[in-house]
């Protein structure tokens, strides 16, 4: 079946501006998340969602950051007024539910602040 | 939080070599899987494997959630296995994994 998908694959966008990124599950999983990687690190944890509520978002970097699920499936990551900080590979994933199941990765969008 | 760490940080093999992977944790952790991030990115799921060991082809994982530590094994190497290895661990709190520095693994021809 179909895995996690995320759109767009990259984006190059001005500081100051506002962004959009988008995660959709793999179908049936309840559980969403967006983690956020940086050149020559792991990935860290930024939001997860079990449904449509944010379960938690205490990766957020600051209150730049936004992230809602409105229909307990696709999930949009959402920036205000972009700094050169945040270029990084966003990365979204999904699991069967909650708590102590795999978690399956999307291929990511690369942002880039210019 | 907990602390994830993993080693060695590098690791070049000729092909055909085999190699450890080692994660070390700090705290106890009900959730543990084992990724490989190919050159464009993509992260692969290799193991889950919270405690216990298992095996898939060339590739074997033991985790002793005891002694808190993970080992990924990669037996006869080959180039395509290049790429970063990262080890994840989530505990009680939440569903959300913490990501080791990852181990860089380059195989030569």
């Known amino acids: 079946g179909a895995g996690v998908s995320q759109t767009p694959s990259n984006k190059v966008t001005e500081k100051g501006k506002y962004v959009e990124l988008r995660c959709d599950p793999i179908?049936?999983?309840?559980?969403l998340y967006w983690y956020r990687q940086s050149l020559g690190q792991g990935p860290e944890f930024l939001i997860y969602f079990q449904g449509t509520g944010a379960a938690d978002d205490s990766g957020l970097p600051n209150d730049r950051f936004f992230a809602v699920r409105p229909e307990g499936s696709v999930s949009t990551l959402k920036i205000q007024r972009t700094e050169r900080g945040d270029s990084a590979v966003y990365l979204c994933?999904?699991?069967?539910?909650?708590?102590?199941?795999?978690?399956?990765f999307g291929p990511g969008t690369r942002l880039t602040v210019t | 939080g907990i602390q994830v760490e993993q080693s060695p940080p590098d690791l070049i093999l000729q092909e055909g070599a085999n190699s450890t992977l080692r994660c070390n944790f700090s705290d106890s952790v009900n959730n543990l899987q084992w990724f490989h991030q190919n050159p464009w990115g993509q992260l692969i799921n290799l193991f889950y494997i919270p405690s216990g060991t298992k095996q898939n082809g060339r590739l074997s994982a033991t985790t002793v959630a005891t002694e808190r530590y993970s080992l990924l094994y990669i037996s006869s190497s080959q180039t395509t296995d290049s790429g970063v290895y990262f080890c994840?661990?989530?505990?009680?709190?939440?569903?959300?994994?913490?990501f080791g520095q990852g181990t860089e693994l380059s195989v030569k021809p």
């Open positions: 994933a999904s699991s069967l539910s909650y708590g102590n199941y795999e978690q399956y």
């Open positions: 179908s049936g999983h309840t559980a």
């Open positions: 994840a661990v989530g505990n009680n709190q939440g569903g959300k994994l913490i």
